[in-house]
């Protein structure tokens, strides 16, 4: 992986393995939410997990070799109102989209993936796509499907994203996607946050909104944080949390979901500085994403062209992944440089005046000849702005913002191997297996007797026993023991240790590696080690 795959023939291998199930199912499900079964509870929380420590607990050293210092918050997902109006949101926030006006159609689209399609014969296919390869390989089935006669030797002969093309032929001459008849409506925009009311009663002044990100929590406590921390410049405040976007389409299994969730990481450094410190984030945080089993290859950094930057970025990178449900990449990350823009907006919309910095360390450093230690005392002079603004400004900040379940489903797709093996017949055989790596594995060690008896049972329950306040680890004693292999390597499970007629002799176990399948004899007191070793950052 990630070669093509078929995503329902894989949602259904995840759901059937306990990894992901569709929300509400028993009731139809219901589009954009999903639920974590008992082995995907596991991976995300240790994919959560691994982010927490590599970023906040124990982040590299600085572009300079200097300690990062790192905090974190957990914010309420409702907030005031106010705060969404300040970053935006209530007025921007919102995808274009297009609507389907047929009777028992009604679709919607995102604006910016309708693409128009034309064949000879003047043939013409409206397609929801997200790259242009994908539009070509969908208008065939599209065609079929609405039953266009298309030519003996189809081939497009022209592909058009016409949603929001200024000098396109307009969306009024593409079909609507689902029923193909030329029922679109212009774009328009479509606000993607959840409301709710918050009180007994519905009202306009009742309104709130569920957060659409965690970022805008860390910026309206920075002061908060600042104040009980006594934190300076630079640092980083982190929050993992959820998130929900009405999202015109969700789609592509978990990868674009109304609910979600968010790692965020907000990190306040100054104006000079911070470009530095936007190398540093989008590179560190590529590189995380190698460390924990992702193929180089499959990842992609892309630095946003001017006319995508949102308006406040300065720069932003996508790290964007090979999902195998698409031929082009798609972001799991965004790395924002995000100037000013949040703090300057809070400060001006809550009226609060300390949403800035006083660099203490730069005043005591330029203390020279300088007749007043005290920054009120030299203000009173009144000194030129650029003066003040070496001492007292807003901080910039870059902003890594990755999604929690997007990463999943990349660990998970990256993770998918079916191989082609050998039984001890020597007949072809297939093997689903996992390939998570074991820091991000939802179980680290399966537990045999070889049989079940012989004092096998009670010496595999005292290993698995020693090992169960550590590591999750599973025990099982069902079955002919390739079968139980079996059954951890499309779980994922790193080792499988087995009880067998020597541990009764000489206190060894045999440990199965998942990937090499080699065996090797270990004493059972170094078991633990040997889990611990290959779950250690960096290992
Ligand atoms: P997209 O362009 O895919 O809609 P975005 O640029 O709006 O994403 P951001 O606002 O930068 O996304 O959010 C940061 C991260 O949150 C994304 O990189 C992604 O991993 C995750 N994310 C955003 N929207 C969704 C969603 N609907 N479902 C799952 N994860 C999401």
């Given at each position: ?5 078929d995503?329902?023939?894989f949602a ?8 992901i ?15 974590y ?9 240790n ?10 607990r124990?982040?590299p ?27 935006g ?14 009777e ?13 399609v034309?064949?000879?014969?003047g ?28 030519p003996?030797?189809p081939?497009?002969?022209?592909m ?17 996607p689902?029923c193909?008849?030329?029922s ?9 946050m ?10 306009e ?14 910026f ?11 934190l ?25 979901s ?11 450094c ?7 410190w936007?190398?540093y984030?989008r590179?560190l ?15 992609v ?11 406040y970025s300065?720069?932003?990178t ?13 972001e ?11 703090l ?18 730069r ?10 230690n005290?920054f ?28 929690a ?17 050998k ?5 072809p055989?297939?093997r ?11 179980i ?17 329950t005292?290993?698995y ?13 069902k ?10 390597d ?11 007629g020597?541990?009764?002799?000489d ?9 090499t399948?080699k ?13 611990e070793?290959a779950?250690?950052p960096?290992?």
């Amino acid at each position: 992986m990630p070669t093509k795959i078929d995503m329902a023939k894989f949602a259904s291998f995840c759901k059937d393995m306990g990894f992901i199930y569709q929300s509400s199912e028993i009731y139809g499900g219901i589009n954009g939410f999903w639920d974590y079964g008992p082995l995907g509870v596991e991976l995300k929380k240790n994919i959560k997990d691994a982010w927490w420590l590599d970023m906040v607990r124990n982040p590299p050293p600085g572009p300079d070799g200097q300690e990062i210092r790192m905090v974190g918050l957990d914010c309420a997902i409702i907030m005031n109102p106010k705060v969404w109006v300040a970053s935006g949101h209530v007025g921007g926030f919102a995808d274009p989209m297009v609507g389907c006006k047929t009777e028992g159609c009604n679709k919607l689209y995102r604006a910016d993936k309708v693409y128009l399609v034309d064949f000879e014969g003047g043939v013409k296919v409206g397609v929801e796509a997200n790259s242009k390869a994908e539009a070509e390989a969908a208008s065939f089935d599209v065609a079929k499907r609405s039953k266009k006669r298309l030519p003996p030797n189809p081939a497009p002969l022209a592909m058009e994203l016409v949603g929001l093309a200024k000098d396109g032929p307009g969306i009024a001459t593409v079909p609507c996607p689902n029923c193909q008849e030329l029922s679109l409506t212009e774009p328009r925009a479509f606000n993607l946050m959840f409301e709710s009311n918050a009180g007994a009663i519905q009202s306009e002044e009742n309104k709130v909104y569920l957060r659409p990100e965690t970022a805008q929590g860390i910026f309206v406590n920075y002061r908060n944080v600042l104040d009980s921390t006594r934190l300076k410049l630079p640092f980083g405040i982190a929050q993992v949390g959820k998130a929900f976007r009405n999202e015109i389409n969700p789609r592509n299994f978990t990868f674009r979901s109304r609910e979600f969730e968010q790692m965020e990481i907000e990190f306040f450094c100054r104006p000079d500085e911070s470009m530095k410190w936007y190398e540093y984030w989008r590179d560190l945080r590529k590189t995380w994403y190698s460390t924990l089993g992702i193929k180089s290859d499959n990842l992609v950094p892309r630095e946003q062209g001017k006319e995508e930057l949102a308006h406040y970025s300065i720069g932003t990178t996508d790290i964007e992944y090979m999902f195998p449900f698409s031929d082009e990449p798609q972001e799991l990350e965004g790395v924002a440089h995000r100037g000013s823009f949040d703090l300057t907006a809070h400060a001006k919309h809550s009226g609060n005046d300390k949403l800035n910095y006083f660099d203490e360390d730069r005043w005591n450093a330029d203390a020279g000849t300088r007749t007043t230690n005290s920054f009120k005392e030299w203000m009173k002079a009144n000194p030129p702005a650029d003066e003040i603004g070496k001492y007292q400004f807003t901080p910039h900040v870059i902003e890594p913002s990755a999604g929690a379940d997007r990463f999943t489903l990349a660990v998970l797709c990256e993770a998918y191997t079916v191989e082609e093996l050998k039984d001890a017949k020597g007949n072809p055989d297939t093997r689903t297996v996992m390939r998570f790596h074991p820091r991000l594995a939802p179980i680290k060690a399966a537990v045999f007797p070889l049989v079940n008896k012989d004092g096998m049972p009670e010496k595999a329950t005292a290993l698995y026993r020693s090992l169960k306040p550590y590591f999750n680890v599973f025990y099982d004693d069902k079955g002919a023991v390739g079968r139980r292999y079996r059954r951890q390597d499309e779980a994922g499970t790193p080792f499988c240790i087995t009880i067998d007629g020597q541990t009764l002799v000489d206190d060894t176990v045999t440990v199965r590696d998942r990937d090499t399948l080699k065996q090797e004899r270990v004493k059972v007191g170094d078991v633990r080690g040997v889990i611990e070793k290959a779950l250690t950052p960096g290992a």
